[in-house]
């Protein structure tokens, strides 16, 4: 394919105006180089006449060092700061200054800021530059020496600040840096004019003689070819990269028109290469040239062009139905003839064109198999870890034998010692169960596949079961870990809250099924308490917790059924709430007008209901030991409900606690 745009020119031949612009600097350089000379000659007869020659020789050779410096910095293309520092510092080590500074006119070209130096203290700095700026707009009668400097072009000096009225405004800071005397000499250039000054300050009052402004002069010429190089530099540079900019906009323009042929397979090969939905958003747009947005039906991102382009966000996309906005054209992505995601794209820059719509459209169909592809492998997957799992938490002996060597070939490895999270699902429709716990288990199985040992992750029994191993945590984060998955595999569309249980450590493959029989207690325990849409560890659960993990309770059961067996048989046979009013009065604090707002009865109702039950129970719920009891059985009753214990005890007849466990049990 034949290439159109602009050629861009290769290093060390970019023009002739590039070459005469490099003899020109030669020719400077070499002019301001002897005029160095003849200076520093002059400046050498200031010393006595008996070590005039070699101290004369000494001073020439220093600052041709200094100049060579400077030069050296300029062409090795340093920083402009740090070009403008060697010339402050240079000018306070020839001459003895204290303090150097190279003033520049900010953006606006109002004001000078001190953008080098050499001696001031970054406060200084700052000072000046915020509080005090040099203005350029002042009048001739209250302007600074800078910028009369840089306004007539010609150095100024104060031997005195103190006498000087007009750097009163400056005084302060003067006096905070301590120097009395200070000359700006004018940074010229020979196109531009003057483009900023070089400020020498002393500590004393001084006299800057001619031979003394005439070395500044040279200093600041040198400054000047600095700057200008660099914005040379800086200039061309940016001629280059726009350059680069307009030939790859021609390249895409031509493009766009070629690839209305290519679109599919460009799509199609993304998917095949394993880009998936991320990489198919990328594809699309570039091809259109707009920021495009991959959503799936529950409003997770599962694509993004460009994460700084602004799109609404997931509530705000959950609620738009309509097929076009103002700023957006969705488009649906169908699988079966259902709805599996929704591609955006931003409309800032007009309508999309037929070639566009086009793109989009091959858009969807490569993103539905891509979907499809995912949901098979996952599919796949959660078969096996379904199987591994399930086979793990029954305890069957004859598939424990292999089930090491299962787990490994998914990359699970049950010799380690694991947590198991259990989560169950609450105000969901009975229709969306097995939606939404699928869509939480692909958020957590995408969690934990970045985690080395790899979680074993699997649907057991509609609840969402996660065996985390160990060594990925330690006690002071299992509860920040399983309130994590907890958000997982909760789901906004449809709407699912999630409840989260946590046990561990896990030793040893008799374990799993006792913990899980107990953390599915657990979860029942929280519905039946109303505790849903939080996470909770054993430790957590205090009683209720510990009873959950016991093997034989009989002894537990015969002292709950002796409690609280009549208060119970009088709830089936004559149909009163008094269990549920007796669990209500101890979770409000044992007081009467809550457990009444609670039960949506009046306060005369529930005394008269604690009264049947503390004949029945012959126990003075006014007693803490006889309310104990109570609570402690009511506990028991629970975890009876809600968990099949294992070892059968002797039971009497009129034992229904029991009686419903063995019924569970068969």
């Known amino acids: 394919m034949s290439s159109v745009g602009f050629d861009v020119p290769e290093k060390g031949s970019l023009s002739v105006c590039d070459s005469n612009h490099r003899k020109s600097m030669s020719l400077r350089t070499q002019l301001f180089n002897n005029y160095v000379v003849g200076n520093i000659l002059g400046y050498t007869r200031w010393m006595t006449r008996d070590s005039q020659r070699a101290q004369g020789s000494l001073e020439v050779r220093r600052w041709l060092d200094s100049v060579r410096a400077i030069t050296q910095t300029v062409v090795t293309a340093q920083p402009l700061s740090r070009v403008l520092d060697l010339i402050a510092e240079t000018a306070a080590g020839l001459m003895g200054y204290e303090f150097c500074g190279v003033l520049l006119p900010d953006s606006s070209g109002q004001r000078l800021t001190i953008e080098g130096s050499s001696g001031l203290s970054q406060e200084y700095i700052d000072q000046v530059n915020a509080d005090h700026p040099v203005l350029l707009n002042q009048s001739v009668e209250s302007e600074a020496p800078s910028s009369k400097a840089f306004r007539t072009g010609s150095p100024v000096a104060i031997a005195d600040i103190q006498a000087e009225p007009q750097f009163a405004p400056w005084g302060g800071v003067a006096r905070e840096q301590g120097y009395r005397s200070m000359i700006s000499v004018p940074l010229l250039d020979s196109r531009q004019g003057v483009i900023g000054t070089l400020n020498c300050y002393r500590r004393g009052t001084h006299d800057f003689g001619q031979q003394e402004i005439a070395l500044l002069a040279v200093l600041a010429d040198h400054a000047a070819i600095a700057l200008t190089t660099s914005r040379l530099r800086s200039a061309e540079a940016s001629r280059i990269d726009e350059l680069v900019l307009l030939n790859r906009e021609l390249h895409s323009q031509r493009d766009l028109l070629e690839k209305s042929e290519e679109i599919h397979q460009k799509l199609t090969d993304i998917a095949l290469r394993g880009g998936g939905v991320p990489g198919i958003a990328v594809a699309l747009s570039i091809l259109i040239h707009r920021a495009v947005l991959i959503e799936d039906v529950q409003g997770a991102v599962i694509g993004r062009s460009d994460l700084d382009a602004v799109f609404p966000d997931d509530r705000t996309r959950t609620g738009i139905r309509e097929e076009h906005s103002l700023s957006f054209v969705i488009f649906p992505v169908l699988l079966n003839e259902s709805e599996v995601a929704r591609i955006w794209t931003v409309t800032d820059s007009g309508p999309l064109t037929p070639i566009e719509t086009r793109a989009v459209e091959h858009a ?99 609840r969402i079961v996660v065996l985390l191993p160990t060594s990925l945590e330690s006690p002071a984060v299992e509860t920040t870990t399983t309130e994590k998955i907890r958000k997982m595999a909760a789901s906004r569309r449809p709407r699912a809250t999630a409840t989260a249980v946590s046990r561990g450590p896990i030793r040893g493959l008799s374990m799993y099924p006792r913990a899980y029989r107990s953390a599915a207690g657990a979860l029942n325990m929280l519905a039946l308490a109303g505790r849903t849409d939080t996470s909770v560890t054993f430790d957590d659960l205090g009683l209720v917790g510990l009873l959950l993990q016991l093997d034989d309770s009989s002894q537990l059961l015969r002292y709950a059924d002796r409690a609280l067996g009549p208060v119970r048989s009088h709830d089936e046979t004559r149909g009163t709430e008094l269990l549920k009013t007796l669990r209500t009065y101890f979770s409000s604090g044992q007081i009467n007008i809550d457990t009444a707002r609670l039960l949506q009865v009046h306060p005369n109702t529930v005394a008269q209901r604690l009264r049947r039950i503390q004949t029945l129970t012959n126990k003075d719920l006014s007693r803490p030991d006889h309310a104990m009891d109570l609570a402690a059985a009511l506990a028991i009753g629970d975890v009876a409900d809600t968990n099949p214990m294992s070892a059968p005890a002797p039971i009497r007849k009129s034992a229904p606690i029991q009686e419903r466990l063995i019924a569970e049990r068969q």
């Open 364 to 462: 969807t169909v490569i993103t539905s198999l891509e979907i499809l592809r995912v949901r098979t492998a996952e599919e796949a997957q959660w078969r096996l870890q379904g199987e591994v799992l399930n086979d793990l938490l029954s305890g069957e002996p004859s598939a424990l034998d292999t089930i090491h060597a299962r787990a490994e070939r998914l990359g699970h490895d049950l010799s380690v010692e694991h947590t198991m999270v259990g989560v169950s699902l609450s105000e969901v429709a009975q229709d969306d169960i097995n939606v939404c716990l699928q869509q939480g288990l692909r958020r957590i199985n995408a969690w934990a596949s970045a985690l080395k040992p790899r979680p074993l992750c699997a649907i057991h029994h509609d």
